[in-house]
């Protein structure tokens, strides 16, 4: 006989749960090492937060269900800010959480209402006889409803013998509508295309399973419309002459510009948040919009649109494709367009003042410097903060792939981690983390995971010694600024106490450092502890606007 922890560990395995994150204790130690048993490589982060990101970005991605493995009690609550941002990302994420059995205990508190709290959905094991069943579920319903599932583990359920009979588990039912949408809001959507003079389509992360470019570009090419992407599902569409890039706080004046005229905007698994819409004004009060998700609930709820459709993002494509005679004229696909956008797609092609020092380089000056020296197959993570739109502006990104960005939660310090996770789902390409000074240091103990994993990644901290948002925020205003900044740092220095190599980066020759990096083997990951000039952020300025 094993224990249940074991055939629970082992089921999930044959499943498919290929990679499990973490950081074991007494409470999941013996699933964490069925598991592995079963085929499952784990990832053992230095902090559970850390943990629940990787495996977050990982499921990004790859496209494929994560598995987290965390201890009673305080391994949970640790990892509650990463299952925070899976939840509202909707990550396909199954956290493996040991349960106290006694309300005395040291580690008990209200697991199932942790999850729910934070928008995950709580399961559990319920009996021996049940327990391989009741995994089984939960795993479908993360993998096939795109849930973050805290699946919560008894202690003494855990270490009883398993008297399941295995039968294959009750297929869950889905809630998602992906085959079947409304022929009526087809017909609709067809007409609205046929006759809009400057259609846009922007596209979310619901548009980046496989299959699903493909069909838009046909249908955005039928239609005449140009190409926009929220921030989460940037590189979607490059390569395409009629790419506009992201929508909303780092649109480009001509993206901004072109979408702000668009007389139909279509919504393409997109929640239209305040930030893809700039708190609205990036869409024209008089444009139609619709929008299509496979989540009926996800309709309208960010924004009022005139159309919702609930189904597959791909199959509403193909089949709206199939239907739209290609339209006559050009669209919004105009001589004019195109040289717009030939001139000024990239933000590197807009003017701008740079104030870099002796001491300080700008941080566009630096992203740019950096965009030319890195090779193109690149995966770029970039935390929250005030610095993050240059990343996120300047460093071109090869396709859907080349950019992940956990930010639905919106909290510094889950950068590093988010890397990690990806560049073990791609590790083809060379990882390169974005951070700001206050999640760098937040987090730095997941630099002992870069080196013990032996990734070769470019770890990028902009250093302007502050919580920089709330400098750039509240001192205007007169406002004392002591509690948000803090004395000069020297993060080459911890970089190179955790392994890693380093350099600071006063200037543009201080790169050399990074070329060097770059040409060599790799071995080590680069930690570059860039001293940046405090240059506002009029993408943050806008979001605090709206606040």
């Known amino acids: 006989m094993v224990s249940v922890a074991e055939a629970v560990g082992r089921a999930l395995a044959g499943l498919g749960a290929d990679h499990v994150f973490g950081v ?23 902090h559970e937060s850390g943990a629940a990101t990787m495996a977050d970005a990982f499921a990004r991605v790859s496209g494929r269900p994560a598995v987290l493995s965390v201890h009673q009690g305080c391994g ?13 990302s909707r990550t396909p994420l199954l956290v493996l959480a040991a349960e106290a059995d006694s309300p005395t205990s040291n580690f008990a508190v209200d697991q199932d209402g942790l999850a729910r709290a934070v928008g ?55 809630r998602r509508v992906g085959d079947d949408p409304d022929p009526v809001a087809l017909a609709e959507l067809v007409r609205l295309l046929g006759s809009a003079s400057r259609p846009v389509f922007i596209a979310g992360r619901g548009a980046r399973p496989a299959g699903a470019r493909e069909g838009l570009l046909d249908l955005a090419a039928a ?5 926009a992407t929220s921030a989460v599902a940037r590189g979607l569409f490059v390569g395409d002459p009629w790419d506009l890039d992201v929508s909303g706080g780092f649109a480009t004046p001509v993206a901004t510009e072109l979408i702000s005229d668009a007389d139909l905007v279509v919504a393409w698994g997109c929640s239209l948040t305040m930030w893809t819409t700039r708190h609205g004004t990036l869409i024209h009060p008089e444009a139609t919009v619709v929008q299509i998700d496979d989540d009926p609930a996800a309709l309208g709820r960010q924004r009022p649109v005139h159309l919702g459709i609930t189904g597959d993002v791909s199959a509403v494509a193909r089949e709206v494709g199939r239907q739209l005679a290609r339209r006559p004229g050009t ?34 000056t630096l992203t740019i410097a950096l965009d030319d020296l890195l090779p193109a197959e690149r995966i770029v993570a970039v935390d929250s903060g005030n610095f993050m739109g240059y990343p996120s502006m300047f460093l071109d990104v090869p396709d859907g792939d080349g950019f992940c960005f956990t930010q639905s939660f919106q909290s510094i310090g889950l950068g590093l981690s988010t890397a990690i996770g990806a560049a073990l789902a791609r590790p083809d390409r060379i990882p390169v983390a974005a951070l700001g000074d206050g999640g760098a ?36 205003g007169g406002h004392r600024l002591d509690t948000v900044r803090f004395p000069e740092t020297d993060l080459a220095a911890l970089g190179r106490g955790f392994g890693c190599e380093a350099v600071t980066v ?10 060097r990096w770059l040409d060599g083997p790799r071995d080590r990951a680069l930690l570059v502890d860039a001293k940046i000039t405090e ?4 993408w943050l300025a806008e979001a605090f606007r709206g606040h």
């Open 223 to 227: 239609a005449g419309a140009l190409l």
């Open 441 to 476: 240091l937040m987090s730095i103990c997941e630099l002992d995971t870069v080196v013990r994993l032996g990734l070769p990644m470019l770890v990028v901290v902009y250093n302007d010694e502050a919580y920089g948002a709330e400098v750039h925020h509240f001192g205007p």
């Open 506 to 515: 006063r200037t543009g020759t201080d790169l050399d450092g990074v070329r």
């Open 76 to 88: 949970l609550t640790n990892a509650m800010t990463g299952l925070t941002e899976a939840a509202k």
């Open 535 to 538: 240059a506002p952020s009029w």
């Open 331 to 364: 669209g919004y696909r105009t001589h004019a367009v195109a040289e717009r956008l030939r001139h000024r797609r990239r933000w590197r092609d807009v003017a701008y003042d740079d104030t870099s020092n002796a001491d300080r380089i700008d941080p566009r």
């Open 120 to 174: 995950a959905v709580p399961a559990r094991l319920h009996s021996a006889a049940t327990a391989v069943e009741d995994a089984v579920r939960a795993w479908r319903l993360a993998s096939e409803e795109r849930r973050t599932v805290v699946l919560n583990l008894p202690l003494a359920l855990q270490a009883a013998a398993d008297a399941g009979t295995h039968a294959d588990a009750a297929p869950v039912e889905s």
């Open 24 to 46: 074991v204790g007494s409470g999941n130690f013996h699933v964490t090492n069925a598991l592995v048993a079963g085929g499952a490589s784990f990832v053992a982060a230095r």
